[in-house]
């Protein structure tokens, strides 16, 4: 298959808020990705991160609520791969204290729930969450396009918050 020598680097996509279809948004933004030229070992990372990311904004950011949306906006910044999963905030993310690490979690020292944020970091070169200008949760994803000696994907320090 042949590509256009000037791709396109930007793509959106709208969910419903229903479980499952963060399947469908996992296989367009793959192929995106493999088109961006995102590793292929990647690309299993960014589809496990991308569902986890958008299963929490179905449930904890748009609370199961069937007339609301996830919004997936995905753009190249300098030689990563960007994608923000946006839902429409019906519980805004407030982090209570420190969260507690996996190995104090499986100890049995909080609930098993809320390890996908753990788990979407260890998966993308950068992830956290970012200010929106109007009403809802945003979640930043990043990964690197191509294997490089560059450090990290922020072409804008500190505007996110890791994870």
Known sequence: MTYPTNPITSMELI??????????AR?????????????????????????EACINAIEH??????????????????ECLVIEVCDE?????????????????LAGMGSLRGMGLM????????????SRDDVGNCFRLAF????????GCSSNPGSHVSV
């Not at 950011?61 to 300098?78: Q, T």
Request: glycine share 6%; proline share 7%; net charge negative.
């Open 119 to 130: 788990l979407i970091s260890q998966l993308c070169d950068e992830s956290g969450f970012v």
């Open 27 to 51: 296989d367009a933004v793959a192929a995106f990705a493999w088109r961006l030229g995102v590793p292929i070992d990647r690309i299993d990372d960014l589809k496990t991160a991308l569902c």
């Open 144 to 151: 690197q396009r191509h294997r490089a000696a560059s450090l």
């Open 61 to 78: 950011g748009n609370s199961l609520k069937p007339d609301l949306h996830v919004e997936i906006l995905c753009r190249v910044e300098d």
């Open 89 to 105: 905030g019906v519980r805004p993310f407030a982090p209570k204290a420190e969260p507690l690490s996996i190995v104090e979690k």
């Open 15 to 24: 969910l419903p808020n229903e479980l499952g279809y963060e399947l469908i």
